[in-house]
């Protein structure tokens, strides 16, 4: 017993455990004595997607995978605000969170989601750091004179952007207590609790569509509680690429964030895994959890997955083809060129329908592997 107290970290544990009680208790101050009103809850939103923002554009995509490239007002942003999710320096934040992708599920991963929700969403924090691993932090950010500006100021930092900023605004919009209650502690409480998702039930609730090798999945309605970082089973498996979320439907509002900043030339060199690796890990996926179901479809899967595979590295091929001679063609207005066109616009559709056709009979198998699937 002894021991274990020893490993407790009290500050973080005190912080954890009393912000809730206290942005609770400052709640109630507001709404019985002074009444609500709607500006505490417009800072919230604005602090909500600021600091929010901060951690999955910022800390999570940008600082720990180099997902893109920022110019450095946006770095320094990302810094200032997600110093106000009270989550640590960006220093300590990235180089946890590259532990827990390169060590997932074992002992060295700092929230391992194998010892249950409550370890990997918030106990992992109320325990000090093992010795062999504190101060040592990824050579990269060290490097980086503004991550390393922010390591030292951190405290400062959180405790400006986080709590005075929002009760200061509230002071000059409706009250400083309603500001520092809603927009400062409960928005504190709102954002750790919806990026602690990430560590915990993204681990657990969900799919796992394009790797079988860790518990990271993928969930659509975790993303909408996570600014989009619900499609984790697709970030464990590719991690570089700025979108978590890659269907353009797909609630990533990270990705879209990311995105707007390189239409305005605020972020530039977006990683993106190309469609033939990602189809390829999607269909090894399925093929591993299919087999487990039916081991009798092993060989005939390998088969249809090598077809699929052909089928639509063929059909990207035409259609990059056809493409390129398109925007030559609307250049150059060339007669004869109008009949390539159309032959090869035929050929891609064709391309497209033979890949649709192999994919179809291979997504019926996958979803019913217990049944004989006819033609095959
Ligand atoms: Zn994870
Ligand atoms: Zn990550």
Known sequence: MKNQLKKIDWINTLFITTTPILAGLACYYHFSIEGASIAPWVIFTIFYFLTGFSITAGYHRLFSHRAYKARAPIRLFFLIFGAGAFQNSALKWSTDHRRHHNKVDTDEDPYNAKRGFWYSHVGWIFFKEEDKYRGKFSSDLANDPLVMWQHKYYLPLAVFTGIILPALLGALFSSPIGGLAIAGLARVVFVHHCTFFINSLCHIVGKRTYNNDNTARDSAILAFFTYGEGYHNFHHKFQTDYRNGIRWYQFDPTKWVIYTMKKIGLAANLKKTSPQEILKARLLADEVRTTLISPNFAESMEELRVKVEQASKKFQMI??????????????????????????????????????????????LVNHPHIAVPGF
């Open 319 to 364: 259609r990059i083809e056809y493409k390129k001679l398109k925007r030559e063609f609307k250049r150059e207005f060339e007669g004869q060129r109008e009949e390539t066109l159309k032959e090869l616009k035929l050929k891609m559709k064709l391309a497209k329908l033979d890949f649709k056709t192999s994919y179809a009979r291979w997504r019926l």
